[in-house]
């Protein structure tokens, strides 16, 4: 029997994101501006620095991390916390930023939200904050 | 004894029913909540949802008024307190409300201590902001009433999303 081809489309859009933590939190960023990912050394610059948060007291156990980033100064290697994995988003679960969290909040990276069942992942975008911090 | 004819009755009635005057008052719907031992409220048409429980989630960054965001039904709403920019002091109140609030083109989650009524409330039971008001709150005033004998403060939504979105609170 010859099976018709589907007429609905089973393309299901996504974005792939490597998410980190970061001063507690979890955090993200587009898969396709990490250039790699290798063992923490100490002349990456700490994402907490970057953006601007306290360093949380992080256990021993948990493993950091560098991630190279792309970057328009060239590759920046920050260092991050674990768990540091490759996901896949669905389009449906990112969110721009609400008007009030967009013009109050003070990490001018962060990008987009992502509302899983898990909670909120905050999308970053090294080359949105501030050269200087760079 | 007059005769009086149907005619006549009817129309004396249809008489009667023109003079008829309409006196309904104009009415404005008010949501009223308290924020510590205060009363506020918005105009009604503002407020789109009112959500008893909601799980905020926090978001980094972000000053200590503004509480996070909340999931409703897949989109993400943030969520503000308003104390800080009405100088209250903070209160923990355990049966809070979240009112989904929609003024000058932003909308977000503004944290309430409690949901007093919604009511409808003749517009000219809402007299002007008096003259005595405190300088933070002329702007966002924008009339006062009484309501089961408490004094109400109506609050403009659009002013204070802009105030809030300017730094302020």
């Known amino acids: 029997m010859n099976e018709k081809p589907s007429t609905t489309s089973q393309f299901r859009p996504i974005l792939q994101v490597v998410s980190f933590t970061a001063a507690g939190h979890r955090f993200a960023v587009e898969a396709a501006s990490v250039r790699a990912q290798h063992s923490a050394t100490d002349d990456a610059i700490p994402a907490e620095e970057l953006l601007g948060l306290p360093d949380a007291c992080i256990a021993d156990t948990i493993t950091r991390r560098v991630l190279i980033i792309r970057h328009a100064t060239g590759d920046l290697p920050i260092r991050v916390a674990g768990p540091v994995s490759l996901s896949e988003l669905s389009l449906d679960d990112l969110h721009p930023l609400p008007d009030l969290l967009a013009a109050r909040c003070k990490i001018n990276g962060i990008r987009a939200l992502s509302a899983g069942l898990d909670g909120i992942t905050v999308l970053i975008d090294f080359c949105f904050l501030n050269q200087n911090e760079a | ?169």
């Open chain 2, 1 to 169: 004894m007059s005769e009086t004819t149907l005619d006549q009755v009817l129309a004396r009635r249809h008489e009667a029913h023109q003079n008829i005057i309409d006196v309904d008052e104009p009415t404005t719907k008010l949501v009223i909540f308290a924020l510590g031992n205060k009363w506020f409220a918005f105009h009604g048409e503002r407020i789109r949802e009112i959500l008893a429980h909601a799980d905020v989630f926090f978001v980094p960054g972000c000053p200590s008024s503004l509480e996070g965001v909340i999931n409703v039904r897949g989109d993400i709403a943030s969520v503000i307190r308003l104390h800080e920019l009405l100088h209250l002091p903070e209160s923990d109140a355990a049966s809070s409300s979240i009112l989904l609030g929609y003024g000058g083109g932003i909308s977000s989650g503004i944290r309430v201590d409690r949901i007093v009524d919604v009511i409808d409330v003749p517009q000219n039971s809402i007299q002007p902001p008096p003259a005595t008001l405190p300088d933070h709150m002329r702007a966002l005033v924008l009339g006062v009433l009484r309501f089961q004998e408490q004094p109400v403060s109506l609050l403009d939504l659009d002013q204070m999303f802009a105030d809030y979105a300017r730094g302020l609170g």
